[in-house]
């Protein structure tokens, strides 16, 4: 099986984009990652790695991190 070709830099600028926007709100709604953890099942190292751009969750990941959060699945996404 061919390995997927790696993302090219607009895209892993997006992403951290997208993680830094993920943090901004979670702080806005006064959580830590544990609070988002503990309210999502998702593990700290994952959740970590989503915020800092380095992970690209899939969009169920992003629904459970909105509804930890209490916010619309756009406000993660948004720039």
Avoid: F
């Avoid at 380095?54 to 406000?75: F, M, N, Q, V, Y």
């Amino acid at each position: 099986m061919p390995r997927p070709t790696p993302p090219d830099a607009r895209v892993i600028a997006r992403r951290r984009q997208v993680g830094e926007q993920i943090r901004r709100v979670r702080e806005h709604h006064n959580l830590t990652q544990l609070d988002v953890c503990g309210r999502s099942g998702i593990d700290l190292a994952t959740y970590s790695r989503i915020e800092q751009g380095h992970s690209s969750p899939k969009l169920d990941t992003l629904i459970r991190i909105a509804d930890a959060i209490g916010c619309e699945l756009a406000d993660l996404v948004r720039s």
